[in-house]
């Protein structure tokens, strides 16, 4: 608490210094005549989305924002939007549409902003923006700037070398996690391209050995746990050895070292149909970028079974593929974005998801808070209460303080066994999951204990939920409230089995493809906690075999 309490003065302290004339003036100087080293984007753009923002328009993830009389920081839009807007990322989408048209719009975008950001402002001035924005700028000045007039370059790069200025003093206080690595890779690329200014880039390299002890864990897994910002801290390295490269500069050991780390952990995340594990704000994600990223890092070898750093499990055998989530939640400030779901676990077979998380919102702030609850995902809840406590800053207070795993392999078959506490300072009591894998994939089976010493004062409710994937068809079958069927979109089918509590078919929802919500099903076991121990037992079986 008294370290978060400093660390909020300081950068009170730091605003309220930057938001001042004397500052905004100290940020002038001398401003580059031309960019010594421009290097190449390789990340694929929308062509759709670059014909929306020649018509006045953002685009961001099949959703679309008009930018209405210059203003840049529309009300009421989430932090992901102005992320959007002021990264400039969408520079992409314009190179991808090509054409004078989409020239001359990114010039006029560019122009809007500088005008109306000639001086700091909270956030689109912030460091990550800044980086993001000024390896853009550098990245694309031949598609947008180099055929301009004199007087659009000499705002262009008034403004560069302003921002550059301003992210060298704040890069160290500014932000965390990926977004430092963000302004890393801004700062890398002004000190590279802009000559004179090699200081910035030496700053960049030191910071970036930093965080890469800091950030990317002994498995090679980011810290944040979340395989999105995995691929992007992955995307970030590749760019950096890019512009390292087209400097003629030699690539730190630490940096490559990384980038294979980072490679391999990326391959452990990905399904059989090319998209992500759906755990702790991460979508299915774009394939083709994923495949680009792949073959950009050039990865190589046997892909990874287990990230014990991490916390994550994957089981395969035959064509059937189990996640398990079964680490500890990150620590503060990469919790902000973790999902509150210790053991929860997905399924696939083959490129067919069975089983999966609830995903997340690219964009609605209100969509992201929810579905961080523990029932968006295929865990136990007890009392409708959360396994991790997460508070309105959207950081973690309660969250579980031991957490274990231990796996038994045999030939054609894997045991996972794992246990956390999170629901232990509320009621005392203890869950533990087994998942066990045999039969060439054919049999998953299951096993969810709770336990506590005293026993629970008054009974607690347990619901144990299996969230399904919108393409897989599902229905309650035979007496008893014990079994279901599950048909996949390829016609194989699935038997779901349960004793110990009530199965009930309920309603859910998948975000985990774009911004629209798709209606979808679940499958939820009941029950109550009297004494002092509750077991649930269930299966999947693959039918017709």
């Given at each position: 608490?008294?370290?978060?309490?400093?660390?909020?003065i300081?950068?009170?302290?730091?605003?309220?210094?930057?938001?001042?004339?004397?500052?905004?003036?100290?940020?002038?100087?001398?401003?580059?005549?031309?960019?010594?080293?421009?290097?190449?984007?390789?990340?694929?753009?929308?062509?759709?989305?670059?014909?929306?923002?020649?018509?006045?328009?953002?685009?961001?993830?099949?959703?679309?924002?008009?930018?209405?009389?210059?203003?840049?920081?529309?009300?009421?839009?989430?932090?992901?939007?102005?992320?959007?807007?002021?990264?400039?990322?969408?520079?992409?989408?314009?190179?991808?549409?090509?054409?004078?048209?989409a020239?001359?719009?990114?010039?006029?975008?560019?122009?809007?902003?500088?005008?109306?950001?000639?001086?700091?402002?909270?956030?689109?001035?912030r460091?990550?923006m800044?980086?993001?924005?000024?390896?853009?700028w550098?990245?694309?000045?031949?598609?947008?700037?180099?055929?301009?007039?004199?007087?659009?370059?000499?705002?262009?790069?008034?403004?560069?070398?302003?921002?550059?200025?301003?992210?060298?003093?704040?890069?160290?206080?500014?932000?965390?996690?990926?977004?430092?690595?963000?302004?890393?890779?801004?700062?890398?690329?002004?000190?590279?391209?802009?000559?004179?200014?090699?200081?910035?880039?030496?700053?960049?390299?030191?910071?970036?050995?930093?965080?890469?002890?800091?950030?990317?864990?002994?498995?090679?897994?980011?810290?944040?746990?979340?395989?999105?910002?995995?691929?992007?801290?992955?995307?970030?390295?590749?760019?950096?050895?890019?512009?390292?490269?087209?400097?003629?500069?030699?690539?730190?050991?630490?940096?490559?070292?990384?980038?294979?780390?980072?490679?391999?952990?990326?391959?452990?995340?990905?399904?059989?149909?090319?998209?992500?594990?759906?755990?702790?704000g991460?979508?299915?994600?774009?394939?083709?970028?994923?495949?680009?990223?792949?073959?950009?890092?050039?990865?190589?070898?046997?892909?990874?079974?287990?990230?014990?750093?991490?916390?994550?499990?994957?089981?395969?055998?035959?064509?059937?593929?189990?996640?398990?989530?079964?680490?500890?939640?990150?620590?503060?400030?990469?919790?902000?974005?973790?999902?509150?779901?210790?053991?929860?676990?997905?399924?696939?077979?083959?490129?067919?998801?069975?089983?999966?998380?609830?995903?997340?919102?690219?964009?609605?702030?209100?969509?992201?808070?929810?579905?961080?609850?523990?029932?968006?995902?295929?865990?136990?809840?007890?009392?409708y209460?959360?396994?991790?406590?997460?508070?309105?800053?959207?950081?973690?207070?309660?969250?579980?303080?031991?957490?274990?795993?231990?796996?038994?392999?045999?030939?054609?078959?894997?045991?996972?066994?794992?246990?956390?506490?999170?629901?232990?300072?509320?009621?005392?009591?203890?869950?533990?999951?087994?998942?066990?894998?045999?039969?060439?994939?054919?049999?998953?089976?299951?096993?969810?204990?709770?336990?506590s010493?005293?026993?629970?004062?008054?009974?607690?409710?347990?619901?144990?939920?299996?969230?399904?994937?919108p393409?897989?068809?599902?229905?309650?079958?035979?007496?008893?409230?014990?079994?279901?069927?599950?048909?996949?979109?390829?016609?194989?089918?699935?038997?779901?089995?349960?004793?110990g509590?009530?199965?009930?078919?309920?309603?859910?929802?998948?975000?985990?493809?774009?911004?629209?919500?798709?209606?979808?099903?679940?499958?939820?076991?009941?029950?109550?906690m009297?004494?002092?121990?509750?077991?649930?037992?269930?299966?999947?079986?693959?039918?017709?075999?």
């Amino acid at each position: 608490m008294i370290t978060n309490l400093i660390r909020k003065i300081r950068r009170d302290a730091s605003e309220m210094a930057c938001n001042t004339v004397l500052y905004n003036w100290s940020l002038r100087g001398e401003a580059p005549e031309r960019l010594n080293v421009k290097p190449a984007d390789a990340w694929p753009g929308n062509v759709e989305s670059g014909r929306w923002l020649c018509d006045g328009a953002f685009a961001l993830a099949g959703d679309q924002i008009s930018l209405q009389g210059g203003c840049w920081e529309p009300l009421g839009v989430s932090e992901a939007w102005l992320n959007h807007m002021h990264g400039f990322e969408w520079l992409r989408d314009l190179r991808a549409l090509g054409g004078e048209e989409a020239r001359q719009q990114a010039r006029w975008l560019t122009e809007s902003w500088i005008y109306y950001h000639q001086k700091w402002s909270p956030h689109a001035w912030r460091a990550d923006m800044c980086g993001s924005r000024i390896a853009m700028w550098i990245s694309y000045f031949e598609f947008f700037v180099e055929a301009a007039g004199p007087d659009f370059q000499d705002l262009f790069f008034d403004s560069l070398s302003k921002q550059a200025r301003h992210l060298s003093r704040v890069l160290q206080r500014d932000v965390a996690g990926v977004p430092m690595l963000r302004a890393i890779k801004g700062l890398l690329y002004a000190g590279l391209a802009c000559e004179g200014r090699e200081a910035w880039a030496q700053q960049a390299l030191a910071q970036l050995n930093t965080e890469i002890s800091k950030q990317i864990l002994r498995d090679g897994a980011h810290v944040s746990r979340a395989p999105v910002q995995h691929l992007q801290a992955l995307q970030i390295l590749l760019d950096i050895r890019t512009a390292l490269a087209a400097a003629g500069q030699a690539l730190p050991e630490t940096v490559q070292h990384a980038i294979d780390s980072l490679s391999a952990a990326l391959r452990f995340f990905r399904y059989g149909d090319g998209g992500l594990a759906v755990f702790h704000g991460t979508q299915e994600g774009p394939k083709e970028l994923l495949d680009s990223v792949l073959a950009q890092a050039n990865v190589r070898g046997k892909g990874l079974h287990t990230l014990p750093c991490a916390g994550f499990e994957k089981i395969t055998e035959g064509r059937t593929l189990v996640m398990f989530d079964c680490g500890r939640s990150p620590q503060r400030p990469h919790d902000k974005t973790a999902h509150a779901a210790p053991l929860a676990f997905e399924m696939a077979y083959g490129k067919e998801r069975i089983f999966v998380s609830c995903g997340t919102h690219p964009s609605s702030a209100d969509w992201q808070d929810a579905l961080r609850a523990t029932a968006a995902h295929n865990t136990v809840t007890l009392d409708y209460r959360n396994a991790c406590e997460i508070r309105e800053d959207g950081h973690f207070s309660r969250k579980p303080r031991v957490v274990s795993i231990v796996r038994e392999e045999t030939k054609g078959s894997c045991l996972l066994e794992a246990t956390h506490d999170g629901y232990a300072l509320l009621n005392g009591i203890e869950h533990r999951r087994r998942l066990y894998l045999s039969d060439q994939g054919h049999d998953l089976r299951g096993e969810d204990i709770l336990t506590s010493q005293a026993g629970p004062a008054k009974p607690v409710n347990v619901a144990i939920r299996f969230h399904i994937h919108p393409r897989v068809m599902v229905s309650l079958i035979g007496e008893g409230n014990e079994e279901a069927l599950l048909r996949l979109p390829s016609g194989i089918g699935w038997r779901f089995h349960q004793s110990g509590g009530i199965l009930k078919l309920e309603d859910s929802v998948y975000l985990g493809e774009d911004s629209r919500p798709r209606k979808t099903k679940q499958l939820v076991v009941y029950g109550d906690m009297p004494d002092t121990e509750f077991k649930v037992k269930w299966a999947m079986q693959r039918e017709g075999l």
